[in-house]
């Protein structure tokens, strides 16, 4: 045993492989996931409730998850906390760097009288995940049109289907498991449409996107996946999408078209088509409110800013790790090896285990795909062609895009946080984790500047900067706050 | 005046008014901030423009001068600039100013006794009076006063427009510019040097709210100017609840507090998106940026005092400013005794949104030798709680 | 065609499945154990249930608790994400809007006395 107290907050491929080798090197694990289950959204698990005989159904690499997680969660020095979500998380003072305070809520989602909890762990693993970026385009607020991974948690998590005349678009590998999990629960779905043109696609890629042979457990799930959708007569298109939804009160229609490599339409290519959901995701957006919170450095890519980790997952704040898609966009495998990298680590696992080299080489391998894919799949330049003067872009406040342009062409208004406050974009319930980064974008596009230089002593800005990282209730913040958890209390369900 | 040439530095909302002035004046006006326009400090507060939290004295006539100026500028700026006007959402609300103890309702009754003799309008509200205007505050009440005169704005649309507006008038602005040193000839300014270059001119205006100390440091005539934080919370949007400015009585006392140590007081209050803001705290911590959760939860204690409703009601944002705070809790207008070419315009603390426009015009009227509106001694640089504090105040100023 | 679930004979995961009943402004609606609000309401052939400041109508987006345009008022609570949120039997949910109140004028100023004169700034 250690001793040390380590705080893994999420619990899918990278916190479960985090928790587990962090108690190997003989800490204490507390592993905190919002959901009621683990397995984040890529083993999203069915209900209890559901009774299901046979689970595994719809799931991919089910036998080692299950394995994992009944191995992890009965382990006597890890406490298991679901129903747990990181409302803040509270930095040591700045002349003694330490690991941040963790402020948790317990209780079923959004509830009035959940529990306050406080942890002052030794070490944190960050393994928070992502989620869909969907970039905007006329008639994309109509209900039926979802976020992908809507259509795929619902389908995998509760056997709902989206709908039965459905149409999948948008970029990356991720649209071939959203088509899956759907036709997997008897829905038809009408294409999917890869925005990125076929020369792209193909020059990230070697040839096809199930042939990477170095990456062999991501490209033989993709591999199943496209056996799928051409056994179910499924066309997938590339270098075309959906570039405006229709519909009276709900989505009925799409209009598609085919796209040049930078993403602008080819005129006269528009069809339209009835259906009855659309499934988009353009990418994915990390969840960087807590590394930001922790005062983790981020680095900056083509394809949108991650949480820099040196070669043992170690961010720069000391003490904090972080694992899984916030590091980078690389899938369940790559996420479970860079877990497991940081549960050893943060657990005071010895750097000279043999056990490490495989998993190193497992994450590198994973860092490859990741690149690949970015190369495979970037967002085409020429995507704002699809707005128009009343096209939202904040959906939480319908911000239109003529009132982006307008707040961020006066030179008056233009700093991101004015621009903000005057259209309101990113000030609604969802904090800006929609349209935070297209607004980004629009803002830098539009000003010639890029992100804006942070003045020291200047409150931080930053589409990922939200200190109140989950709402909390008035009354749960009046509470008194509670001193720090013994890390092993806690129920165990299994 | 044609020809001469004013910095202004800082592009916060006093920078901003101050530019306005003097570009509508006639003066080659340049407004240099070290990130961009009105991102900081103007950026992170409630957009106050209160007269109820101040007693008789000069901070209150110069709360009452910015009141009076408010409407007039915004209606100025609507002939020019239409749509920046209508971003400020200026909102006459009016204040609701409630004591929930004895000794707050007697001292509360006090205050309001002294301001309504400076001319300050307030209404006594019965039990039904307050019932009427706010139906979800507290019935636990021992007094409640009105103050008709109190208003919003949105801050940082307030800045943008009085910014947009000088720069009509012939400003330039130039952002992610740093003022590194002054340039100086016989002990006069005559250049700052910056991050991307020299500026000449014959005038400078240290505008550089919480930041000001440090500049004038870097400037070589100090002021004592430091930064207090303050945090509000956000809610997320609700149906109409809150419909004027509620707050303590007990925000008055820690408005004029000089204490380091956190100091909270509720104050509530909508916004025109629906959320409801809840403040407020004041702490000196340097330019500590932490959120810390026991202030967080210290402002959610009073507010809930104040409307107990609100208790089920999701706080999804929280944001904390830096104020600029002078140790004797008076604002510092004029020209600096030491260095001839340079002035200060600052230290309003928690109360910079709304005597902005009134500071602004002071500064103008002293620039150009004009009558003023109001007597400016009080606010002048050369007293002892401005430059007794000396250089490196900010530094130890960190707790 | 609409939402709909997967009918539990079909079920390839060999669904057991309990009723449960949730009431939406009053009205019930039929869902089983373990499904989220968000789940019964789609699967009730309810695509949206919120509306926006426009009126514009919402429902599910992102499906796992990042959007919030989902949220609805469960008993007495609200701005609960729906798609997060396990439905309970008995629940009662109220849906939102944040379309500003027709036929309710905005709660008068105290205004009375008159040398309360101030808001010359309209």
């Known amino acids: 045993m250690t001793g040390r107290h380590v705080a893994v907050v999420g619990a899918g491929p990278a916190g479960l492989a985090a928790a587990e080798t962090a108690l190997s090197a003989g800490a204490r694990v507390t592993l905190i996931d919002s959901a009621d289950q683990p397995g984040g959204q890529y083993h999203r698990m069915l209900p209890e409730a559901y009774r299901a005989v046979r689970p595994e159904r719809p799931q991919h690499g089910w036998r080692d998850f299950d394995r994992r997680r009944r191995r992890v969660l009965a382990h006597p020095r890890c406490a298991w906390w679901p129903e747990t979500s990181v409302w803040a998380l509270e930095r040591p003072d700045p002349e003694e760097p330490g690991v941040p305070r963790v402020h948790l809520l317990r209780g079923p989602a959004d509830g009035g009288g959940r529990r306050r909890l406080t942890l002052a762990p030794d070490a944190l693993v960050l393994a928070v995940g992502a989620h869909d970026r969907v970039l905007p385009f006329p008639g994309w607020e109509l209900p039926g049109v979802f976020a992908a991974g809507a259509a795929q948690a619902l389908a995998k998590g509760e056997r709902v289907v989206v709908g039965d005349r459905v149409v999948i678009a948008g970029s990356g590998p991720f649209l071939l498991p959203v088509a899956a999990s759907l036709l997997e629960a008897g829905s038809r779905v009408l294409e999917v449409l890869e925005a990125g043109t076929a020369a792209t696609v193909a020059r990230g890629w070697s040839r096809r996107p199930w042939q990477l042979a170095a990456h062999a457990a991501k490209s033989g799930e993709l591999a199943e996946y496209a056996a799928l959708l051409i056994r179910h007569r499924v066309p997938y298109r590339v270098g075309r999408t959906v570039v405006e939804a229709r519909g009276d009160g709900r989505i009925e229609e799409v209009v598609t078209a085919r796209l040049r490599p930078d993403w602008s339409v080819v005129p006269g290519s528009e069809r339209t088509s009835p259906v009855d959901a659309l499934c988009v995701a353009h990418g994915f957006s990390p969840r960087l409110e807590l590394p930001v919170a922790a005062g983790c450095a981020l680095r900056r890519t083509p394809g949108g800013e991650f949480v820099a980790v040196d070669y043992d997952q170690r961010t720069s704040c000391p003490g904090v790790y972080a694992a899984g898609e916030i590091t980078g966009i690389a899938g369940a495998p790559a996420a479970r090896a860079e877990g497991a990298l940081a549960g050893w680590f943060a657990g005071g696992g010895d750097s000279a285990a043999p056990a490490l080299r495989p998993l190193r080489r497992g994450r590198d391998r994973g860092r490859a795909f990741a690149e690949r894919l970015a190369e495979a799949h970037p967002m085409g330049e020429a995507w704002p062609q699809w707005l128009r003067p009343e096209t939202i872009i904040c959906r939480c406040e319908e911000a239109d895009y003529a009132s982006v342009c307008r707040a961020v062409g006066n030179e008056a208004s233009a700093g991101a946080r004015v621009a903000k406050l005057e259209t309101r974009a990113g000030l609604g319930p969802c904090q800006a984790r929609v349209c935070g980064p297209t607004v980004a974008e629009l803002g830098a596009r539009l000003t010639g500047r890029p992100a804006q230089r942070h003045a020291e002593g200047a409150p931080t800005a930053g589409p990922h900067r939200r200190p109140i990282a989950q709402p909390i209730r008035l009354g749960e913040l009046a509470e008194p706050e509670p001193s720090p958890e013994d890390p092993t209390a806690g129920p165990h369900p299994l | ?399 | 065609m609409s939402p709909r679930r997967v009918h539990a004979e079909s079920d390839a995961v060999g669904r057991r499945d309990r009723p449960l009943r949730i009431t939406v402004d009053g009205e019930p609606v039929d869902g089983i154990a373990g499904q989220t609000i968000a789940g019964v309401l789609l699967a009730a052939d309810r695509l949206a249930w919120r509306r926006q400041r426009s009126g514009a109508p919402r429902g599910v987006f992102c499906g796992i608790g990042v959007c919030f345009e989902c949220l609805v008022t469960v008993g007495d609570e609200r701005d609960v994400r729906a798609c997060q949120r396990r439905a309970r039997d008995g629940d009662a949910v109220t849906t939102q809007t944040r379309e500003p109140r027709t036929g309710h004028a905005p709660k008068p100023s105290p205004r009375r006395n008159s040398d309360a004169s101030a808001g010359e700034g309209k």
């Open chain 2, 1 to 399: 005046m044609y020809g001469t040439r004013v910095v202004v530095l800082g592009a916060g909302i006093v920078g901003c008014a101050c530019a306005r002035e003097l570009a509508l004046a006639g003066l080659e006006v340049t407004v240099v901030d070290r990130g961009a326009a009105a991102s900081a400090t103007t950026a992170h507060g409630e957009g106050n423009v209160l007269v109820s939290d101040k007693g008789p004295g000069p901070e209150l006539e110069l709360a009452q001068l910015s009141r009076r100026l408010w409407p007039q500028v915004l209606t100025a700026v609507a002939e020019r600039l239409a749509h920046a006007a209508r971003a400020v959402e200026w909102e006459p609300k009016g204040g609701i100013v409630v004591a929930t103890t004895d000794a707050g309702a007697r001292e509360l009754t006090r205050f309001a006794a002294g301001q309504r003799t400076a001319g300050v309008h307030t209404e006594v509200l019965d039990a039904d009076a307050l019932a009427d205007a706010e139906p979800y505050v507290t019935r636990e009440h021992t007094a409640a006063l009105h103050y008709p005169e109190d208003a919003q704005v949105q801050p940082a649309a307030a800045a943008a427009a009085l910014l947009a507006d000088a720069l009509a008038a012939g400003a330039v602005l130039r952002t992610d510019c740093e003022v590194l040193a002054a340039v100086t000839r016989g002990g006069r300014i005559t250049g700052v040097r910056t991050s991307s270059g020299l500026l000449e001119a014959d005038w400078f205006v240290n505008a550089a709210g919480p930041w000001s100390g440090e500049l004038s440091t870097r400037l070589g005539a100090p002021v004592d100017i430091r930064p207090r934080r303050g945090d509000v919370l956000v809610t997320t949007p609700l149906p109409p609840t809150v419909f004027h400015k509620v707050y303590d009585a007990d925000y008055v006392g820690a408005v004029g507090s000089s204490a380091g140590d956190l100091q909270t007081s509720a104050v509530v209050e909508s916004t025109r998106g629906g959320s409801v803001l809840v403040g407020s705290s004041r702490r000196r911590v340097g330019f500590d940026d932490r959120l810390r959760p026991e202030v967080l939860s210290a402002i959610a204690v009073k507010a809930l005092r104040l409307f107990p409703t609100l208790a089920g009601v999701p706080v999804m944002r929280a944001y904390g400013g830096f104020r600029p705070y002078v140790p004797d809790h008076l604002p510092i207008i004029g020209a600096d005794p030491r260095l001839t070419g340079l002035w200060h315009v600052g230290g309003h603390e928690g109360a910079g949104i709304g005597l902005s426009v009134g500071s602004a015009r002071l500064l103008r009227e002293l620039m150009l030798d004009q009558p003023t509106a109001m007597d400016p001694a009080p606010f002048r640089v050369d007293r002892p709680a401005v430059l007794g504090g000396g250089a490196g105040t900010v530094v130890e100023e960190a707790v």
